[in-house]
């Protein structure tokens, strides 16, 4: 069983992915420092998987710790970097944590890699590199606009740093996932988000003031050029973005180092806030509160990706719909209370 390290794998997006690489026959082992994730996940992972999984508790920026950490499980032939901090906000404030954490882990992960003769990296990218898309759907050829913040800058330097370190060193093959919007859960309810404080993202808003937990949910704007004047997103379902991982290692089998490349990862599909708001409504058979607010500073009106390069390449879709991601998302918000 091929050993793949997955960094941040107690978070959202990488706990589901633990589960899938799992049921795909791969041997995961994580490493988290917690700051933003909880052990809870792990157990939930373990509930799904009916197994334990290794875990290492330390910090990706940590070079010690990390070698160690290689040298320890001997026979890794594959990483998975999910560990990052997230919130755009913060990122304002805290340029420096970021730079600092999301720059400075993928550069002491490449160099310890190399050191343990490691070739092969996913990278968690995101859409947040299109900015407003003077064109839709955005392909990976689209331009790649000015960050906004510097979280967003932290994932066009990450993808810069992996496409001149590849260009130098014939010893890596690397695979930058531009995520769309992830939303969901695991439909056993074992796993799923969990926003420390007051939610930034829009489903796990959604889910909160469902539960009651928020007075009432605010529409960023509703006078945007989209056909019912709410941002248009590509939802897609965490557990069908924790399939693309799969696919993703999967294809390095098939290149010759040095590899780099870029591949949206979405439905292909917009779907407006409102839209959300009414399937919500619809999946959990009750009304929603809401009101229309101000535009929040920096969202783009509209972003959904063509997804013709994973489909083709990777061999990849997106397969749940957002009713089956509202579903989950609504079933594990109810377990949660
Ligand atoms: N949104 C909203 N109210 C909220 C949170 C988000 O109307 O409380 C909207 C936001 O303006 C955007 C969409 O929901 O159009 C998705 O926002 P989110 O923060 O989840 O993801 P983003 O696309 O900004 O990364």
Known sequence: MEKILITGGAGFIGSHTVVELTKAGYSPVIVDDFSNSNQSAIRGIESIIKQSVKVYEGDCNDAQFMNDLFVAEQNIT???????????????????????????????????????????????????????????????KSPIKPAESPYGNTKQVCEEILED?????????????????????????????????????????????????????????DEYDTPDGTCVRDYIHVVDLAKAHVKALQHFKNQNTPYYDVFNIGTGKGNSVL?????????????????????????????????????????????????DALRDAWNWQKKLK
């Open 78 to 140: 594959g990483v998975i970097h999910f560990a990052a901090y997230k919130a755009v906000g913060e990122s304002v404030e805290k340029p420096l944590q970021y730079y600092q954490n999301n720059v400075g882990s993928l550069m002491v992960l490449l160099d310890v890699m190399k050191k343990n003769g490691v070739e092969n990296v996913v990278f968690s990218s995101s859409c947040t590199v299109y900015g407003e898309p003077d064109q839709l759907p955005v392909t990976e």
């Open 165 to 221: 370190v590849i260009k130098s060193d014939a010893d890596y093959k690397a695979i930058a996932l531009r995520y769309f919007n992830p939303i969901g859960a695991h439909p056993s309810s074992h796993i799923g988000e969990l926003p420390l404080g007051v939610p930034n993202n829009l489903i796990p808003f959604v889910t909160q003031t469902a539960a009651g937990h928020r007075e009432q949910l605010t529409i960023f704007g």
């Open 275 to 323: 839209e959300v708001v009414k399937t919500f409504e619809k999946v959990s058979e009750q009304k929603l509160k809401y009101k229309i607010g101000d535009k929040r500073t920096g969202d783009v009106e509209q972003v959904f990706g063509d997804v013709e390069k994973a489909n083709n390449e990777l061999h990849w879709k997106a397969a749940l719909t957002l009713e």
